[in-house]
């Protein structure tokens, strides 16, 4: 089992930044491909980022290329999400998540999920 907890957002104007941070406990020995996906009321749980074990390997949705980085420190058991350049459409709940297999944007492949941390962009 995995706990992972995120932390970070809240209220940013549009054109900011802000940054994400999600710590892993307890079976953090395991090499899990790491990845945030975010959402918004009525719709769908929507992929953003993710980067492998190692953090040689990292993608990201077409809607945040360029503006977001994803980052992890295993020594840490730590991944973040660095978000600048916000839009208004940037609004969702943020989620991390974690798998044992290859990089996914398919959230079904992901077994353990963070309660979420809401990030709201004013324009």
């Known amino acids: 089992q995995v706990q992972l907890v995120e932390s970070g957002g809240g209220l940013v104007q549009a054109g900011g930044s802000t940054r994400l941070s999600c710590a892993a406990s307890g079976r953090t020995s395991s090499r899990y491909v790491m990845a945030w996906f975010r959402q918004v009321p009525g719709k769908e749980r929507e992929f953003v980022a993710t980067?492998?074990?190692?953090?040689?390997?990292?993608f990201y949705a077409d809607s945040v290329k360029g503006r977001f980085t994803i980052s992890r420190d295993n020594d840490k058991n730590t991944v973040s999400l660095q978000m600048n350049s916000l839009k208004a459409e940037d609004t969702a709940v943020y989620y991390c998540?974690?798998?044992?297999?290859?990089?996914?944007?398919?959230?079904?492949?992901?077994?353990?999920w963070g309660q979420g941390t809401q990030v709201t962009v004013s324009s």
């Open positions: 998540a974690a798998a044992a297999q290859m990089p996914t944007m398919d959230p079904s492949e992901y077994a353990y």
């Open positions: 980067i492998t074990w190692s953090g040689r390997s990292t």
